[in-house]
């Protein structure tokens, strides 16, 4: 018979229990002393998935060395592109061993396919091929998760390339069927966390090019507007990162919006527009949604041309943090090269932000100054690298190439939309 919860004196049958562990203790402690007696140590805890996560995605060392000397800021197409290889070539050695089909690396790969179409260099596209073969081109284990849908636009811009090899497109559609066919919680979004508008709304808007199919336009264009709906702040021209910062303030007294949620959601808009029709139903709205966030964010720059964790607290951070700034600036520079966003405005916006990247690289081509994985501002070191970032850098730098008078190459051509 168990013995009762705070029982205020044991049981006969917990005293032989108390003794029993005395002498066993005391065996332990006598077997401590003698050599030649084996002891087994309690096993290690395996690290969470969480924690694997982080560890692949990055870290944060207190050295890591010197900074970068031979990377020139004037925005020339070389100049660009020898910053990008730089920092792609160290990237892409150090992710050995962690390469991975989670939302982390689905961001880096987004920033190495578009830097080896803009570099000419095919390691970056056929190390990440590589990764898609390996896992067979799956999704991730949760269908109805945005983060585990994300490696689906990493396939599908291989399935343009080799569009009669259907084992590429074909996992991805159907597992966005699958979520297509989940019906709305009234409890609770499918896009809940604004990340998610980075995660999944360019796969939908990518399935719809390659399988001719409105029907994922559509249901991204629903889902979308929920999303907004609950954390858009209109006055703002800002996304909460959840609905658990609806209410919450800075030290300072502003409401908390965190850099690298809202460039998750611009850096989105800029790939959801590339991918839509501009007779889509619809259109105007992601077109004006996406000036109002960029005119906003662009007013929120810092002297020294970065953002930070808080963008509406600075100084609560005074860390520059490279992946949101890095997102802004693939975003805007899209949109000037697009007729989307006015060149004279934006141009020195970019700049000044791609200059300021710059003196975040180190000798070895790490990029540092990147917050880990999280879900707020927060804090970290200046050595802090993690793959996101870098893809969010890669990307700026393919678009700034552009801009510097490259070739553009995209997988869809973009019709200009300065006649909006």
């Not at 207190?62 to 910053?83: C, E, F, M, Q």
């Not at 585990?148 to 090899?165: C, M, Q, R, S, W």
């Not at 949604?289 to 951070?317: K, N, T, V």
């Amino acid at each position: 018979m168990d013995e009762p919860i705070d029982a205020p004196f044991p049981t006969y049958n917990g005293m032989l229990m108390i003794k029993s562990s005395l002498i066993l203790a005391l065996m332990i402690a006598v077997a401590a002393g003698r050599p030649g007696l084996a002891q087994t140590p309690p096993p290690p805890s395996a690290p969470s998935n969480a924690d694997q996560e982080l560890q692949a995605a990055g870290d944060q060392p207190d050295d890591p060395g010197p900074l970068a000397t031979d990377l020139s800021p004037k925005l020339k197409r070389a100049d660009i592109l020898k910053a990008m290889k730089k920092v792609a070539d160290w990237q892409l050695k150090e992710s050995e061993s962690r390469y991975n089909i989670g939302w982390t690396f689905a961001a880096l790969y987004d920033g190495l396919l578009a830097a080896s179409k803009t570099t000419g260099d095919s390691r970056y596209h056929d190390r990440v091929l590589q990764v898609a073969e390996e896992n067979h081109w799956t999704l991730g284990p949760r269908f109805a998760h945005a983060d585990d849908n994300a490696i689906g636009l990493t396939y599908l811009a291989f399935y343009v390339e080799k569009p009669a090899a259907h084992e590429r497109l074909d996992p991805t559609r159907e597992g966005m069927d699958k979520v297509l066919a989940r019906p709305d919680d009234p409890e609770e979004n499918l896009w809940w966390w604004c990340d998610a508008l980075y995660m999944a709304p360019p796969v939908l808007a990518q399935l719809s090019v390659a399988t001719g199919d409105l029907k994922y336009l559509n249901f991204m264009d629903h889902e979308w507007g929920l999303t907004t709906a609950a954390l858009y702040d209109s006055s703002e021209h800002l996304f909460f990162r959840d609905k658990c910062f609806l209410t919450m303030h800075e030290a300072n007294g502003q409401k908390v919006f965190w850099s690298r949620g809202n460039g998750w959601v611009l850096a989105g808009l800029a790939l959801v527009l590339q991918r839509m029709p501009q007779q889509f139903p619809g259109c105007d709205k992601y077109v004006s949604q996406y000036r109002a966030m960029a005119e906003r964010i662009a007013g929120l720059q810092q002297p020294d041309g970065l953002w930070r964790a808080s963008l509406l607290d600075p100084g609560a951070y005074p860390n520059a943090e490279i992946s949101g700034s890095a997102f802004f600036t693939y975003a805007m520079t899209w949109g000037i090269n697009n007729g989307v966003l006015d060149r004279k405005k934006y141009l020195p916006v970019v700049t000044k932000t791609w200059q300021a990247m710059l003196t975040h690289v180190y000798a070895t081509g790490r990029l540092g100054s990147i917050q880990p994985i999280g879900g707020e501002p927060g804090k970290f070191k200046p050595s802090s690298s993690y793959v996101y970032g870098v893809g969010a850098f890669l990307l700026a730098g393919s678009e700034l190439s552009q801009l510097a008078g490259s070739k553009r190459e995209l997988c869809m051509q973009t019709p200009k939309r300065n006649k909006r």
